[in-house]
């Protein structure tokens, strides 16, 4: 069952744009293109886009507007990607990223 939000108090009614597929930790997914890649996974029912270092603690959407990492995923191989502020492509490989890599590590 998708969740996707069509009309939004604030974005306004979202034109429907072409469903491309994307593949999210190895299962392929459908998603509109353009629009954000947490929205998609929202949409699809998955909530989760990383584990923390210390605690191995489960993270989501937090923000929504990219200046926090609880989004953060691998995408296309890059780890740290804010999926909240990244729009969804053709083919995009997605994985759920466990802790971080570089200086974010240290508040993780």
Do not use: W
């Not at 629009?35 to 489960?58: C, D, H, V, W």
């Amino acid at each position: 069952m998708s969740t996707r939000v069509t009309d939004h108090v604030i974005l306004g009614h979202q034109e429907e744009s072409k469903m491309v597929t994307i593949t999210v930790d190895g299962e392929p997914m459908q998603a509109r293109e353009g629009e954000m890649i947490l929205a998609a996974l929202l949409a699809e029912g998955k909530i989760i886009s990383r584990y923390t270092t210390k605690r191995n603690e489960p993270r989501g959407l937090f923000c929504g507007i990219g200046q926090c990492t609880d989004c953060a995923m691998i995408v296309n191989g890059k780890p740290n990607v804010r999926t909240c502020i990244t729009p969804v492509k053709e083919g995009m490989v997605i994985q759920t990223q466990h802790g971080f890599t570089g200086k974010e590590a240290a508040n993780d």
